[in-house]
């Protein structure tokens, strides 16, 4: 196997604009959080109502005996029994029971 010399992912510059970037999210969700405070303070009860309606109105419960539905659910069981049993044999693995 021949030594080459490893090079970082990310050189200093970059990891500079990295921080850059993330220092300016982090500025325009402050800003977005504190303009959405303060537009939520002045709504009027109606006001409020009707957003919720307009958000609520496109809601239909789910019919259960549509069979994609089904096949969602059957995925869902069969995730949760996968996970269980590879962290209970993870777990007899390391003597934890």
Do not use: C
Request: proline share 4%.
């Amino acid at each position: 196997m021949s030594e080459e010399r490893h090079q970082p992912l990310l050189d200093e510059r970059q990891k500079q604009l990295i921080r850059e970037t993330l220092a300016g999210y982090a500025a325009a969700n402050e800003y977005l959080e504190q303009e959405r405070r303060e537009r939520l303070a002045h709504l009027t009860p109606e006001e409020a109502q009707a957003i919720f309606v307009a958000m609520s109105s496109g809601w239909q419960p789910m019919d259960e005996r549509d069979p994609g539905i089904q096949r969602l659910e059957n995925w869902r069981l069969k995730t949760k029994i996968a996970v269980r049993n590879a962290f209970a044999q993870l777990a007899r693995a390391k003597g934890w029971i």
